[in-house]
């Protein structure tokens, strides 16, 4: 019976569900801020996040965010992303997001570009263990494959959205959205996509919503030299950033013993 309990407590931790994975923000210039059931707080250096908030820049102001499972991200001005999932598996110790080259454990993310730019880099993904990333825009949905890129949905106020996706390294997948796509188009590395859009926008909520009819052809093509060269700018800049970070466990909750079974005890606490 010994024996049966011990394995049913391995085979409890082995299944312990994924935590709300944790993020920090390592650089902030100008104002951000941060909304999370209707209560808005202002992102500094430091600052903790985690899934449900919605993070605001404004203009001349950015913010380097950095995720417990590796990835980073520079979110450029006048940029607005929801965090709608982002959830993590236990892992042991700290790690330095300098030396991950892979995520620390299997992890599920779910962001939401509704209008900006942001710089990424996602590190190896543990696809087998259920891993994802994905990005959502008005435009489509771009899923991260562990890869550096860049994205951006900026509307212009006239009726018009640019849209871009280029990736430096890796491959992006952008799948069909609001948009009449393929059922995928694959930007691998150097490569990039360029659009203009007809949009609408709510007038109640302010959302914006690429027309469809008449929308222009998804062409992949060769990232302009000028691009990369910014792009790998940006990449150094981020680096630099989130030299001295280091990603935690994610935090979990430990459930209170069942009804009838002895108390938990710890090594040296003078019990059993």
């Known amino acids: 019976m010994v024996g049966f309990a011990a394995l049913l407590c391995a085979d409890a931790q082995a299944q312990q569900p994924a935590a709300p994975g944790q993020i920090k923000a390592a650089r902030v210039t100008g104002s951000v801020s941060a909304t999370k059931d209707g209560v808005t ?3 500094t250096s430091g600052t903790e996040l985690s899934q449900g908030y ?10 380097v965010l950095v995720f417990s499972n590796g990835a980073t991200m520079n979110l450029a001005q006048e940029t607005s992303l929801a965090i709608d999932e ?18 620390p454990s299997a992890s599920r993310t779910r962001l939401n570009l509704s209008r900006g730019e942001l710089v990424g ?20 949905a771009a899923g991260i494959r562990g890869t550096t890129f860049r994205l951006v949905f900026r509307p212009d106020g006239s009726g018009k959205a640019f849209f871009s996706l280029t990736t430096l390294e890796g491959n992006v997948v952008l799948a069909s959205g609001s948009v009449n796509l393929p059922t995928e188009t694959s930007v691998p590395d150097n490569k990039e996509i ?13 959302a914006v919503v690429v027309v469809m009819d008449g929308a ?21 800049q981020i680096a630099s950033a989130v030299a001295e970070t280091v990603v935690t466990p994610p935090r979990t909750e430990t459930p209170p013993p069942a009804e009838g079974a002895p108390p938990r005890t710890t090594p040296g606490d003078g019990r059993g």
């Open 41 to 43: 707080i202002a992102v």
């Open 121 to 140: 880099n996602v590190k190896k993904l543990n696809y087998d263990a259920g891993s994802s990333f994905e990005v959502q825009t008005p435009v489509g």
């Open 54 to 63: 919605v993070i605001n820049t404004a203009k001349n102001s950015s913010v």
């Open 216 to 236: 222009p052809p998804i062409v992949v093509r060769d990232a302009p030299p000028t691009t990369l060269a910014q792009l790998v700018q940006m990449v150094q």
């Open 86 to 103: 982002f959830t993590q598996d236990p892992f042991a110790d700290e790690i330095s997001v300098a030396q991950l080259t892979a995520e």
């Open 194 to 206: 360029e659009v203009i859009f007809d949009v609408t926008v709510d007038a109640e909520t302010g």
